[in-house]
T-cell receptor, first 115, second 114 residues
C-alpha cells in the first residue's frame, strides 16, 4: 500500500509570508494528490488537488506542485493570512492508481500564522 | 446544499460496550467512506460503501463494521469497545462514480472510551 510522509509537522510563519509543506509518496502508480485543511472542531476540507498528468495547479493564493520522478508534491500558500492557521494534510490513493480504495494521509502540518 | 451530517457529535462509552455512529451524505452522493483520526496514528481509512455494498476495507479488526442504506445514509458500528478506540470518527461522501474523487467530510463524532 501507499506510504505518505509529510514535513514539517509544525510551521510558523509571519503574516504575509509564504508557507510550503512537502509530502513524499511511495507508490509510483499513484495518480491523485489532494490537500485538506482542518480547522479546530471541524472535519478536513479539500482545498486543492492535482492529478499526475500535470505538474502544477494554482487557485488564488494556493498552489500545488508535483514531481512524479522524485515522488513528491508540495503545497504553497502565498501572502498568508490569520485564517490560514489550521492543520493541513496531504494524501494519496491508498493502493495507488484508481479505484475507490480510500486515501492514505500524511500526519499533518500545523500551520501557525504569526501576526 | 446541506453538507455531510454526522450524529452524535460526542459519545462517551465504557470498555466492552458497543456503539453506532450515523452519517448522512450530501444529497446525490452515493459513496460514503469512514476514517478514524487519532493524535498518534492520524487519519486512517476504515471502509467505503457505494450503493449499499462495501467496496473497500482498511486494516481494522472485525469489531469495526458498517452498512449503507438505500438512501445512501451510512452507519458504522464498533463492538466490544477498547480504550484505544477513543478517536474522532469522520465520515466523507463523494459522488462515487469512480476512484480519486473529491471527498466531503463531516465534522465527525468524538468517541471517548472509559
Amino acid at each position: 500500500g501507499e506510504n505518505v510522509e509529510q514535513h514539517p509537522s509544525t510551521l510558523s510563519v509571519q503574516e504575509g509570508d509564504s508557507a510550503v509543506i512537502k509530502c513524499t509518496y511511495s507508490d509510483s502508480a499513484s495518480n491523485y494528490f489532494p490537500w485538506y485543511k482542518q480547522e479546530l472542531g471541524k472535519g478536513p476540507q479539500l482545498i486543492i488537488d492535482i492529478r499526475s498528468n500535470v505538474g502544477e495547479k494554482k487557485d488564488q493564493r494556493i498552489a500545488v506542485t508535483l514531481n512524479k520522478t522524485a515522488k513528491h508534491f508540495s503545497l504553497h500558500i502565498t501572502e498568508t493570512q490569520p485564517e490560514d492557521s489550521a492543520v493541513y494534510f496531504c494524501a494519496a490513493p491508498r493502493e495507488g492508481g484508481g479505484g475507490a480504495d480510500g486515501l492514505t494521509f500524511g500526519k499533518g502540518t500545523h500551520l501557525i500564522i504569526q501576526p | 446544499k446541506a453538507g455531510v451530517t454526522q450524529t452524535p457529535r460526542y459519545l462517551i462509552k465504557t470498555r466492552g460496550q458497543q456503539v453506532t455512529l450515523s452519517c448522512s451524505p450530501i444529497s446525490g452522493h452515493r459513496s460514503v467512506s469512514w476514517y478514524q483520526q487519532t493524535p498518534g496514528q492520524g487519519l486512517q481509512f476504515l471502509f467505503e460503501y457505494f450503493s449499499e455494498t462495501q467496496r473497500n476495507k482498511g486494516n481494522f479488526p472485525g469489531r469495526f463494521s458498517g452498512r449503507q442504506f438505500s438512501n445512501s445514509r451510512s452507519e458504522m458500528n464498533v463492538s466490544t469497545l477498547e480504550l484505544g478506540d477513543s478517536a474522532l470518527y469522520l465520515c466523507a461522501s463523494s459522488v462515487g462514480g469512480s476512484g480519486n474523487e473529491k471527498l466531503f467530510f463531516g465534522s465527525g463524532t468524538q468517541l471517548s472510551v472509559l
